[in-house]
C-alpha cells in the first residue's frame, strides 16, 4: 500500500486536488502510478480537470458528499463538466472576494468550518451546496482553514499550533475526534498536503513514519 505520493512531483496535494467520499479532483493530470494509489488508497472515481484554467483545483474547490463549491473564476464548461463527471452534485461558485473555496472552507459531510471574514451570501451558498451547518473559525489563528486542517466524517487533523479554544470549536462543529499533527516533515499546513476520507488517505512523499501514525490514529484508521 503505497500512502506517500506526489502530484507531478509536488508533495503538496491538497493544492492540486480535492478528495471526497467519492470522488477525487485533480489537476495536473496524475501519472498512471500516481492515479493507481489514488484510487487504491482512497476508493474513489477520479476527475481530472481545471479551475478557472488553472491547475491548484485543491485551492479552488471545497467539497463534500452533497455538493462542490468552486471559486467565482470557474468557468462554465467547467462547471458543467464537474456536474456531469459526479452525478450531477450541485455546484456552486463562492461569491465575494475571499474565493478561492478550497483553502477557506474546512468540510465534512455533517459540517464546515469557513474563513470567518466570508460575506454572509458565501456563507448561505456554502450551506446550500454543501448541505451542512457552517460556523466561522480558525485553526491556529489562520483564515485559511482548509489548508490548516483536514476533516472527515471519522475525524480531524489540525496545525499542531491550534489553541485549546480552537480545536474545541472543531470537536463541536464536526462532532469526531480532534487531533493535532504535521504533514511533510513538520509542514503545520495538514490541509495543503493530506488527501483523506473514511476509506483511506494520502499524504506527500516527505512525510515520516511519526507523522504517519499521528494521521492514521487521527482520522480512525487504527
Do not use: W
Not at 5 to 23: K, P, R, Y
Not at 109 to 131: F, K
Not at 192 to 220: F, H, P, W
Amino acid at each position: 500500500m503505497v500512502k506517500r505520493i506526489s502530484i507531478d512531483g509536488s508533495a503538496v496535494l491538497g493544492v492540486f486536488a480535492v478528495c471526497t467520499e467519492e470522488f477525487l479532483l485533480s489537476a495536473p493530470a496524475p501519472t498512471e502510478e500516481e492515479q493507481l494509489n489514488f484510487l487504491q488508497e482512497l476508493d474513489v472515481t477520479s476527475v481530472p480537470l481545471l479551475i478557472g484554467s488553472s491547475a491548484v483545483v485543491g485551492s479552488l474547490v471545497a467539497g463534500n458528499s452533497n455538493g462542490f463549491v468552486v471559486s467565482n473564476n470557474a468557468l462554465k464548461h467547467e462547471i458543467a463538466q464537474l456536474k456531469a463527471s459526479c452525478g450531477g452534485l450541485p455546484v456552486r461558485k463562492l461569491p465575494g472576494r475571499i474565493n478561492a473555496a478550497g483553502n477557506v472552507i474546512l468540510a465534512n459531510d455533517t459540517a464546515a468550518l469557513i474563513h470567518p471574514n466570508l460575506i454572509a451570501r458565501a456563507e448561505r451558498v456554502i450551506s446550500e451546496a454543501l448541505g451542512v451547518d457552517v460556523q466561522r473559525g480558525t485553526v491556529a489563528g489562520l483564515k485559511t482553514v482548509g489548508m490548516a486542517a483536514c476533516a472527515t466524517n471519522k475525524g480531524v487533523l489540525a496545525h499542531p499550533k491550534a489553541t485549546e479554544g480552537e480545536l474545541s470549536k472543531l470537536d463541536d462543529t464536526f462532532s469526531v475526534p480532534v487531533n493535532i499533527g504535521t504533514v511533510n516533515y513538520g509542514s503545520p499546513l495538514v490541509g495543503s498536503s493530506l488527501l483523506a476520507n473514511t476509506k483511506g488517505y494520502v499524504v506527500g512523499l516527505e512525510t515520516t513514519g511519526i507523522e504517519l501514525g499521528r494521521i492514521e490514529d487521527s482520522l480512525g484508521f487504527l
